[in-house]
């Protein structure tokens, strides 16, 4: 089992950054990569970047150049620079397991950007 809690998400102009941070507990040895969703109104969860153990990080083309993921011990953090208002969304942090492929999810925290 593994247990995650972001934070971090707010209310912030565009043009504006967020930290969001997402820690987790348990059995987090088995960890294999975390995974940073979100979902905005009305429509479908979608991916926006992820590091692995090995520290290989993967973004989203709509987020590229202006989001950065990174790692300290274990929290994973997500660097969100220059906010447009549809980067708008709950925030979602999810663990994928190695050799299970199971995946576990945060609470999520809203990120809202005003124009």
């Known amino acids: 089992q593994v247990q995650l809690v972001e934070s971090g998400g707010g209310l912030v102009q565009a043009g504006g950054s967020l930290r969001l941070s997402c820690a987790s507990s348990?059995?987090?040895?088995?960890?294999?990569?975390i995974n940073w969703y979100r979902q905005a109104p009305g429509k479908q969860r979608e991916f926006v970047a992820s590091?692995?153990?090995?520290?290989l990080t993967n973004y989203a083309d709509s987020v590229k150049g202006r989001f950065t993921i990174s790692r300290d011990n274990a929290k994973v953090y997500l660097q969100m620079n220059s906010l447009k208002p549809e980067d708008t969304a709950v925030y979602y942090c999810?663990?994928?397991?190695?050799?299970?492929?199971?995946?576990?999810w945060g609470q999520g925290t809203q990120v809202t950007v005003s124009s």
């Open positions: 999810g663990a994928t397991l190695r050799y299970s492929g199971a995946s576990y």
């Open positions: 348990g059995s987090t040895s088995r960890i294999f990569a």
């Open positions: 590091i692995s153990s090995e520290d």
